[in-house]
Protein backbone atom coordinates (compact mmCIF):
# COMPACT_ATOMS: atom_id res chain seq x y z
CA UNK A 1 0.00 0.00 0.00
CA UNK A 2 1.59 3.51 -1.08
CA UNK A 3 1.51 6.06 1.49
CA UNK A 4 2.03 9.78 1.66
CA UNK A 5 3.53 11.88 1.27
CA UNK A 6 5.98 9.57 -1.04
CA UNK A 7 9.08 9.61 1.44
CA UNK A 8 11.67 10.91 -0.69
CA UNK A 9 10.46 12.40 -3.72
CA UNK A 10 13.41 14.40 -5.47
CA UNK A 11 15.80 11.06 -4.89
CA UNK A 12 13.20 9.07 -6.77
CA UNK A 13 12.40 11.08 -9.52
CA UNK A 14 16.58 11.11 -10.05
CA UNK A 15 17.35 7.59 -9.04
CA UNK A 16 14.59 6.58 -11.65
CA UNK A 17 16.03 8.36 -14.51
CA UNK A 18 12.99 9.78 -17.00
CA UNK A 19 11.72 7.39 -19.48
CA UNK A 20 9.14 8.21 -21.95
CA UNK A 21 8.92 4.94 -23.76
CA UNK A 22 5.29 4.06 -22.94
CA UNK A 23 5.61 0.65 -21.78
CA UNK A 24 4.94 2.03 -18.20
CA UNK A 25 3.11 5.25 -18.04
CA UNK A 26 4.67 7.99 -16.26
CA UNK A 27 3.10 11.50 -15.84
CA UNK A 28 4.02 12.98 -19.04
CA UNK A 29 2.81 9.94 -21.14
CA UNK A 30 -0.40 9.89 -23.79
CA UNK A 31 -3.26 9.00 -22.93
CA UNK A 32 -6.04 7.82 -25.08
CA UNK A 33 -9.69 7.42 -24.40
CA UNK A 34 -11.84 6.70 -26.96
CA UNK A 35 -10.44 8.52 -30.64
CA UNK A 36 -8.85 11.11 -28.48
CA UNK A 37 -5.50 11.46 -27.16
CA UNK A 38 -4.18 13.38 -24.60
CA UNK A 39 -0.45 14.31 -24.97
CA UNK A 40 0.00 13.76 -21.05
CA UNK A 41 -1.14 12.58 -17.87
CA UNK A 42 -2.06 16.36 -16.58
CA UNK A 43 -5.89 17.59 -16.42
CA UNK A 44 -6.35 21.32 -15.53
CA UNK A 45 -9.53 20.50 -13.39
CA UNK A 46 -12.79 22.55 -13.72
CA UNK A 47 -12.81 25.65 -12.05
CA UNK A 48 -15.87 28.15 -12.01
CA UNK A 49 -14.08 31.46 -11.76
CA UNK A 50 -17.39 34.28 -12.06
CA UNK A 51 -15.82 35.97 -14.64
CA UNK A 52 -18.71 35.23 -17.80
CA UNK A 53 -20.84 37.58 -18.57
CA UNK A 54 -24.74 38.16 -16.84
CA UNK A 55 -26.36 36.30 -19.78
CA UNK A 56 -23.45 33.25 -19.30
CA UNK A 57 -21.46 33.88 -22.10
CA UNK A 58 -17.70 33.42 -21.82
CA UNK A 59 -15.75 36.56 -22.03
CA UNK A 60 -11.67 37.08 -22.54
CA UNK A 61 -10.51 36.32 -19.75
CA UNK A 62 -11.91 32.79 -19.86
CA UNK A 63 -9.54 32.29 -23.72
CA UNK A 64 -6.43 34.35 -21.35
CA UNK A 65 -7.16 31.16 -18.65
CA UNK A 66 -7.82 27.96 -20.94
CA UNK A 67 -5.28 29.61 -23.49
CA UNK A 68 -2.61 30.18 -21.12
CA UNK A 69 -2.84 26.55 -19.33
CA UNK A 70 -3.18 25.16 -22.69
CA UNK A 71 -0.20 26.73 -23.90
CA UNK A 72 1.57 25.73 -20.55
CA UNK A 73 1.69 21.95 -21.53
CA UNK A 74 -1.73 20.50 -19.65
CA UNK A 75 -3.18 17.71 -21.82
CA UNK A 76 -6.48 17.98 -21.17
CA UNK A 77 -7.98 21.61 -19.99
CA UNK A 78 -11.82 22.47 -18.99
CA UNK A 79 -13.19 25.70 -18.23
CA UNK A 80 -15.33 26.33 -15.36
CA UNK A 81 -18.82 24.01 -14.82
CA UNK A 82 -20.83 25.45 -17.32
CA UNK A 83 -25.06 25.34 -16.76
CA UNK A 84 -27.46 23.42 -18.81
CA UNK A 85 -30.04 26.44 -17.64
CA UNK A 86 -29.95 29.51 -16.37
CA UNK A 87 -30.93 28.35 -12.82
CA UNK A 88 -28.30 25.85 -12.87
CA UNK A 89 -25.47 28.06 -12.56
CA UNK A 90 -23.41 29.15 -9.11
CA UNK A 91 -24.29 32.98 -9.56
CA UNK A 92 -25.22 35.62 -12.32
CA UNK A 93 -21.45 35.62 -13.45
CA UNK A 94 -21.04 32.12 -14.50
CA UNK A 95 -20.74 30.68 -17.86
CA UNK A 96 -23.90 28.80 -19.46
CA UNK A 97 -24.96 26.20 -22.45
CA UNK A 98 -28.46 26.89 -22.47
CA UNK A 99 -28.44 29.00 -25.47
CA UNK A 100 -27.61 28.69 -29.24
CA UNK A 101 -26.03 31.99 -28.66
CA UNK A 102 -23.60 31.01 -26.52
CA UNK A 103 -21.85 28.64 -28.89
CA UNK A 104 -19.58 31.31 -30.26
CA UNK A 105 -17.58 31.96 -27.20
CA UNK A 106 -17.55 28.41 -26.01
CA UNK A 107 -15.82 27.97 -29.33
CA UNK A 108 -13.56 30.53 -28.91
CA UNK A 109 -12.56 28.76 -26.30
CA UNK A 110 -12.24 25.36 -27.54
CA UNK A 111 -10.01 26.54 -30.41
CA UNK A 112 -7.39 28.55 -28.47
CA UNK A 113 -6.81 25.13 -26.61
CA UNK A 114 -6.64 23.29 -29.58
CA UNK A 115 -4.42 25.70 -31.16
CA UNK A 116 -2.23 24.83 -28.36
CA UNK A 117 -2.11 21.19 -28.24
CA UNK A 118 -4.57 20.44 -25.38
CA UNK A 119 -8.27 18.81 -25.97
CA UNK A 120 -10.94 21.21 -24.88
CA UNK A 121 -12.99 19.27 -21.90
CA UNK A 122 -16.36 20.81 -21.13
CA UNK A 123 -18.22 20.16 -17.59
CA UNK A 124 -21.81 19.94 -17.59
CA UNK A 125 -23.64 21.09 -14.79
CA UNK A 126 -26.79 21.97 -12.87
CA UNK A 127 -26.13 23.93 -8.94
CA UNK A 128 -29.84 23.02 -7.98
CA UNK A 129 -30.11 24.14 -4.24
CA UNK A 130 -26.85 25.70 -3.86
CA UNK A 131 -27.29 27.99 -6.87
CA UNK A 132 -28.10 31.81 -6.60
CA UNK A 133 -25.09 32.29 -4.84
CA UNK A 134 -22.94 36.30 -4.99
CA UNK A 135 -19.57 36.35 -6.07
CA UNK A 136 -17.56 34.57 -3.23
CA UNK A 137 -15.83 38.60 -2.92
CA UNK A 138 -19.19 40.03 -2.70
CA UNK A 139 -19.81 37.26 0.45
CA UNK A 140 -20.27 33.81 -1.17
CA UNK A 141 -23.82 33.12 0.07
CA UNK A 142 -26.91 32.27 -1.46
CA UNK A 143 -29.02 35.30 -2.07
CA UNK A 144 -32.78 34.88 -1.81
CA UNK A 145 -35.53 34.26 -4.87
CA UNK A 146 -36.24 38.40 -5.05
CA UNK A 147 -33.37 39.12 -4.85
CA UNK A 148 -32.47 41.08 -8.23
CA UNK A 149 -29.41 38.36 -8.63
CA UNK A 150 -31.19 35.35 -7.04
CA UNK A 151 -33.83 32.90 -8.15
CA UNK A 152 -35.53 30.03 -6.63
CA UNK A 153 -33.74 27.28 -6.42
CA UNK A 154 -34.59 23.50 -7.40
CA UNK A 155 -33.57 19.95 -5.84
CA UNK A 156 -34.50 17.08 -5.29
CA UNK A 157 -36.32 17.61 -2.49
CA UNK A 158 -37.56 20.79 -0.17
CA UNK A 159 -34.53 20.50 1.85
CA UNK A 160 -32.63 23.71 2.56
CA UNK A 161 -28.90 23.10 2.59
CA UNK A 162 -28.35 25.53 5.54
CA UNK A 163 -25.56 27.30 6.77
CA UNK A 164 -24.58 29.69 3.67
CA UNK A 165 -27.57 28.43 1.74
CA UNK A 166 -30.61 29.15 3.66
CA UNK A 167 -33.68 30.21 0.83
CA UNK A 168 -36.56 27.30 0.52
CA UNK A 169 -35.76 24.69 -2.15
CA UNK A 170 -38.92 23.74 -4.79
CA UNK A 171 -38.99 20.12 -5.04
CA UNK A 172 -38.36 19.41 -8.60
CA UNK A 173 -41.62 17.24 -10.63
CA UNK A 174 -41.09 14.34 -12.76
CA UNK A 175 -41.94 16.70 -15.50
CA UNK A 176 -38.86 19.09 -14.80
CA UNK A 177 -36.56 16.48 -14.04
CA UNK A 178 -37.42 15.10 -17.73
CA UNK A 179 -36.79 18.45 -19.28
CA UNK A 180 -34.01 19.01 -17.14
CA UNK A 181 -32.64 15.74 -19.56
CA UNK A 182 -33.60 17.56 -22.15
CA UNK A 183 -31.67 20.30 -21.21
CA UNK A 184 -28.54 18.05 -20.81
CA UNK A 185 -28.76 16.74 -24.54
CA UNK A 186 -29.31 20.15 -26.06
CA UNK A 187 -26.04 21.29 -23.76
CA UNK A 188 -24.05 18.48 -24.88
CA UNK A 189 -25.19 19.10 -28.42
CA UNK A 190 -24.12 22.58 -28.17
CA UNK A 191 -20.90 21.42 -26.67
CA UNK A 192 -20.32 19.67 -29.83
CA UNK A 193 -20.71 22.58 -31.85
CA UNK A 194 -18.12 24.61 -30.41
CA UNK A 195 -16.02 21.91 -30.92
CA UNK A 196 -15.33 19.98 -27.12
CA UNK A 197 -14.01 16.70 -27.52
CA UNK A 198 -14.65 15.84 -24.04
CA UNK A 199 -17.54 15.87 -22.17
CA UNK A 200 -18.10 15.31 -18.01
CA UNK A 201 -21.08 15.46 -16.07
CA UNK A 202 -20.45 17.44 -12.63
CA UNK A 203 -22.72 15.12 -10.18
CA UNK A 204 -20.58 16.47 -7.25
CA UNK A 205 -19.77 18.91 -4.87
CA UNK A 206 -23.59 19.48 -3.36
CA UNK A 207 -24.97 20.37 -6.72
CA UNK A 208 -28.27 19.04 -8.33
CA UNK A 209 -26.20 15.55 -9.43
CA UNK A 210 -24.81 14.97 -6.36
CA UNK A 211 -27.56 16.27 -3.96
CA UNK A 212 -30.15 13.31 -6.05
CA UNK A 213 -27.22 10.91 -5.27
CA UNK A 214 -27.08 11.93 -1.78
CA UNK A 215 -29.86 10.95 1.26
CA UNK A 216 -28.58 14.35 3.07
CA UNK A 217 -30.93 15.96 0.05
CA UNK A 218 -33.01 13.47 -1.43
CA UNK A 219 -35.98 12.33 0.28
CA UNK A 220 -38.51 11.78 -2.06
CA UNK A 221 -40.44 8.93 -2.54
CA UNK A 222 -40.39 8.14 -6.08
CA UNK A 223 -38.87 6.26 -8.83
CA UNK A 224 -36.18 9.63 -8.19
CA UNK A 225 -35.28 8.72 -4.19
CA UNK A 226 -35.36 6.11 -1.65
CA UNK A 227 -33.28 3.19 -2.56
CA UNK A 228 -29.64 3.38 -4.11
CA UNK A 229 -30.88 1.94 -7.42
CA UNK A 230 -33.34 5.06 -7.27
CA UNK A 231 -30.85 7.59 -6.06
CA UNK A 232 -29.08 7.10 -8.93
CA UNK A 233 -31.70 7.26 -12.03
CA UNK A 234 -31.50 10.95 -12.33
CA UNK A 235 -27.94 10.24 -13.75
CA UNK A 236 -28.74 7.37 -15.67
CA UNK A 237 -31.42 9.47 -17.02
CA UNK A 238 -29.34 12.26 -18.11
CA UNK A 239 -26.39 10.64 -18.99
CA UNK A 240 -28.29 8.09 -21.31
CA UNK A 241 -29.54 11.51 -23.14
CA UNK A 242 -26.41 12.98 -23.56
CA UNK A 243 -24.88 9.54 -25.06
CA UNK A 244 -27.44 10.15 -27.37
CA UNK A 245 -26.41 13.53 -29.17
CA UNK A 246 -22.62 12.93 -28.21
CA UNK A 247 -20.56 10.54 -30.56
CA UNK A 248 -19.43 7.30 -29.01
CA UNK A 249 -15.91 8.40 -30.63
CA UNK A 250 -15.64 11.21 -27.80
CA UNK A 251 -14.93 10.54 -23.66
CA UNK A 252 -18.10 10.89 -22.01
CA UNK A 253 -17.27 10.81 -18.18
CA UNK A 254 -18.73 11.52 -14.53
CA UNK A 255 -17.12 13.83 -11.32
CA UNK A 256 -19.26 12.24 -8.66
CA UNK A 257 -19.77 13.32 -5.36
CA UNK A 258 -18.58 9.76 -4.08
CA UNK A 259 -18.32 10.57 0.06
CA UNK A 260 -20.69 12.97 1.86
CA UNK A 261 -18.25 12.40 5.20
CA UNK A 262 -20.91 12.17 7.00
CA UNK A 263 -23.07 8.81 8.47
CA UNK A 264 -26.17 9.55 7.12
CA UNK A 265 -25.24 10.87 3.64
CA UNK A 266 -23.37 8.97 0.31
CA UNK A 267 -20.92 6.54 1.55
CA UNK A 268 -18.04 5.56 -0.85
CA UNK A 269 -19.02 1.83 -1.09
CA UNK A 270 -22.70 3.11 -2.93
CA UNK A 271 -20.02 5.45 -5.39
CA UNK A 272 -18.19 2.13 -6.50
CA UNK A 273 -21.40 0.34 -7.31
CA UNK A 274 -22.48 3.62 -8.93
CA UNK A 275 -19.85 4.13 -11.29
CA UNK A 276 -19.95 0.38 -12.02
CA UNK A 277 -23.70 0.94 -13.26
CA UNK A 278 -22.59 4.24 -15.07
CA UNK A 279 -20.37 1.98 -17.24
CA UNK A 280 -23.68 0.48 -18.87
CA UNK A 281 -24.85 4.45 -19.81
CA UNK A 282 -22.13 4.99 -21.60
CA UNK A 283 -19.32 6.14 -18.88
CA UNK A 284 -15.79 5.81 -20.09
CA UNK A 285 -13.94 7.85 -17.29
CA UNK A 286 -14.72 8.50 -13.54
CA UNK A 287 -13.65 11.32 -11.72
CA UNK A 288 -14.14 10.96 -8.08
CA UNK A 289 -14.38 13.64 -5.88
CA UNK A 290 -16.09 14.57 -2.20
CA UNK A 291 -20.42 14.79 -2.15
CA UNK A 292 -20.36 18.24 0.02
CA UNK A 293 -23.78 17.69 1.13
CA UNK A 294 -23.85 19.15 3.78
CA UNK A 295 -21.29 21.40 5.86
CA UNK A 296 -21.46 18.94 8.76
CA UNK A 297 -18.77 16.90 7.31
CA UNK A 298 -16.70 14.54 9.65
CA UNK A 299 -12.68 13.44 8.73
CA UNK A 300 -12.82 14.96 5.51
CA UNK A 301 -8.46 14.68 4.81
CA UNK A 302 -8.23 18.17 3.27
CA UNK A 303 -4.58 18.68 4.70
CA UNK A 304 -3.51 14.96 3.07
CA UNK A 305 -1.89 14.71 0.19
CA UNK A 306 -3.12 12.86 -2.77
CA UNK A 307 -6.09 12.09 -0.51
CA UNK A 308 -8.76 10.92 -3.20
CA UNK A 309 -6.19 8.51 -4.69
CA UNK A 310 -6.58 5.58 -2.77
CA UNK A 311 -10.66 6.05 -3.23
CA UNK A 312 -10.16 6.33 -7.12
CA UNK A 313 -7.49 3.57 -7.10
CA UNK A 314 -10.37 0.95 -5.79
CA UNK A 315 -12.83 2.23 -8.09
CA UNK A 316 -10.00 1.48 -11.18
CA UNK A 317 -9.78 -1.72 -10.19
CA UNK A 318 -13.17 -2.61 -8.96
CA UNK A 319 -15.32 -1.00 -11.74
CA UNK A 320 -13.05 -1.64 -14.25
CA UNK A 321 -12.99 1.83 -15.62
CA UNK A 322 -10.22 4.65 -16.10
CA UNK A 323 -10.22 7.06 -12.71
CA UNK A 324 -9.16 10.94 -12.82
CA UNK A 325 -9.21 12.69 -9.63
CA UNK A 326 -8.10 16.33 -7.87
CA UNK A 327 -7.32 16.92 -4.40
CA UNK A 328 -3.58 17.86 -3.30
CA UNK A 329 -1.80 16.58 -6.08
CA UNK A 330 0.13 19.56 -6.99
CA UNK A 331 3.92 18.14 -6.29
CA UNK A 332 5.27 16.66 -9.31
CA UNK A 333 6.93 13.46 -7.40
CA UNK A 334 3.38 12.59 -5.72
CA UNK A 335 1.52 13.10 -8.89
CA UNK A 336 4.00 11.28 -10.75
CA UNK A 337 4.19 8.76 -8.79
CA UNK A 338 0.20 7.68 -8.30
CA UNK A 339 0.85 7.95 -12.45
CA UNK A 340 3.45 5.10 -12.49
CA UNK A 341 1.95 2.74 -9.40
CA UNK A 342 -1.19 2.79 -12.03
CA UNK A 343 -3.64 3.69 -8.87
CA UNK A 344 -5.34 6.67 -11.48
CA UNK A 345 -4.92 7.57 -15.21
CA UNK A 346 -5.60 11.08 -14.83
CA UNK A 347 -4.27 13.88 -12.55
CA UNK A 348 -6.85 16.57 -12.52
CA UNK A 349 -5.40 19.71 -10.88
CA UNK A 350 -7.13 22.64 -9.60
CA UNK A 351 -5.49 24.99 -7.70
CA UNK A 352 -1.84 24.42 -8.78
CA UNK A 353 -3.24 25.19 -12.37
CA UNK A 354 -4.46 28.08 -10.82
CA UNK A 355 -0.93 29.38 -9.52
CA UNK A 356 1.38 28.29 -12.26
CA UNK A 357 0.36 28.06 -15.52
CA UNK A 358 2.81 25.93 -16.58
CA UNK A 359 2.55 23.64 -14.13
CA UNK A 360 3.32 21.12 -16.35
CA UNK A 361 6.86 22.50 -17.37
CA UNK A 362 7.74 23.06 -14.12
CA UNK A 363 6.77 19.30 -13.47
CA UNK A 364 8.61 18.05 -15.66
CA UNK A 365 12.26 20.18 -14.77
CA UNK A 366 11.59 18.86 -11.10
CA UNK A 367 11.46 15.14 -11.97
CA UNK A 368 14.12 15.38 -14.50
CA UNK A 369 12.62 15.05 -17.87
CA UNK A 370 14.95 14.33 -20.65
CA UNK A 371 13.35 17.70 -22.30
CA UNK A 372 11.09 19.83 -20.68
CA UNK A 373 10.94 22.34 -23.60
CA UNK A 374 8.61 19.66 -25.72
CA UNK A 375 5.87 19.92 -23.34
CA UNK A 376 5.39 23.38 -24.88
CA UNK A 377 4.07 24.31 -28.35
CA UNK A 378 6.36 23.87 -30.38
CA UNK A 379 6.28 27.32 -31.93
CA UNK A 380 7.07 28.27 -28.38
CA UNK A 381 9.62 26.04 -27.92
CA UNK A 382 11.26 26.83 -30.81
CA UNK A 383 12.35 30.36 -29.57
CA UNK A 384 13.30 28.86 -25.57
CA UNK A 385 15.71 26.05 -27.24
CA UNK A 386 17.38 28.47 -29.90
CA UNK A 387 17.99 31.08 -27.12
CA UNK A 388 19.07 29.34 -24.31
CA UNK A 389 21.28 31.70 -21.88
CA UNK A 390 22.57 30.56 -18.76
CA UNK A 391 20.34 28.03 -16.56
CA UNK A 392 17.66 30.00 -15.08
CA UNK A 393 17.55 33.01 -16.81
CA UNK A 394 14.53 32.29 -18.80
CA UNK A 395 12.56 32.64 -16.31
CA UNK A 396 11.71 28.84 -15.45
CA UNK A 397 11.45 27.78 -11.90
CA UNK A 398 14.81 26.00 -11.51
CA UNK A 399 14.76 22.24 -11.03
CA UNK A 400 16.34 20.59 -7.68
CA UNK A 401 18.58 18.28 -9.05
CA UNK A 402 20.05 15.71 -6.33
CA UNK A 403 23.84 14.37 -7.10
C1 LIG B 1 -11.73 28.53 -7.54
C2 LIG B 1 -12.20 27.10 -7.65
C3 LIG B 1 -13.33 26.82 -8.39
C4 LIG B 1 -13.77 25.50 -8.55
N1 LIG B 1 -14.85 25.23 -9.35
C5 LIG B 1 -15.15 23.94 -9.67
C6 LIG B 1 -16.10 23.64 -10.68
O1 LIG B 1 -16.66 24.50 -11.35
N2 LIG B 1 -16.36 22.34 -10.92
C7 LIG B 1 -15.72 21.34 -10.24
O2 LIG B 1 -15.99 20.17 -10.48
N3 LIG B 1 -14.81 21.61 -9.29
C8 LIG B 1 -14.49 22.87 -9.03
N4 LIG B 1 -13.47 23.15 -8.14
C9 LIG B 1 -12.71 22.03 -7.56
C10 LIG B 1 -11.46 21.76 -8.41
O3 LIG B 1 -11.80 21.32 -9.70
C11 LIG B 1 -10.55 20.72 -7.75
O4 LIG B 1 -11.19 19.49 -7.76
C12 LIG B 1 -10.18 21.08 -6.32
O5 LIG B 1 -9.64 22.40 -6.28
C13 LIG B 1 -9.16 20.11 -5.74
O6 LIG B 1 -8.03 20.00 -6.55
P1 LIG B 1 -6.64 20.76 -6.12
O7 LIG B 1 -6.21 20.16 -4.83
O8 LIG B 1 -5.70 20.44 -7.25
O9 LIG B 1 -6.95 22.22 -6.01
C14 LIG B 1 -13.06 24.45 -7.93
C15 LIG B 1 -11.92 24.76 -7.17
C16 LIG B 1 -11.47 26.04 -7.06
C17 LIG B 1 -10.21 26.32 -6.28
Known sequence: MATWPPSRPRERASARPFCNKHHMPDLFSPFTLKDITLRNRIAMSPMTMY???????????HIMLMGSRAAGGFGLVFPEQIAI???????TSCAGIWDDGQIEGLSRVTAIIK???????????????????????????????????????????????GGRFPYPVQALGRAEIKDLHRSYADAARRALEAGFEWLEMHFAHGYLGASFFSPLANQRDDEYGGSLENRLRFHREAMDAVRSVWPERLPLTVRLGSDDFHPDGVQFDEAVWAICQLKDHGLDLADLSLGMNTDDVKDVPFDKLAFMVERGSRVRREAGVPVGVSWNLGIPAVADRVIREEMIDLVMLGRPAL?????????????????????LPEDWSWWLRRIPGPEGSQGWPIAVRTA
Do not use: C
Open 115 to 161: DMGAIPGIQLGHTGRKGSELKPWDGKVQTPPDHPEGWQVRGPSPIPF
Open 85 to 91: TPDGRTG
Open 355 to 375: SNPHWPLYAARELSHEDPLSL
Open 51 to 61: RAADDGRITDF
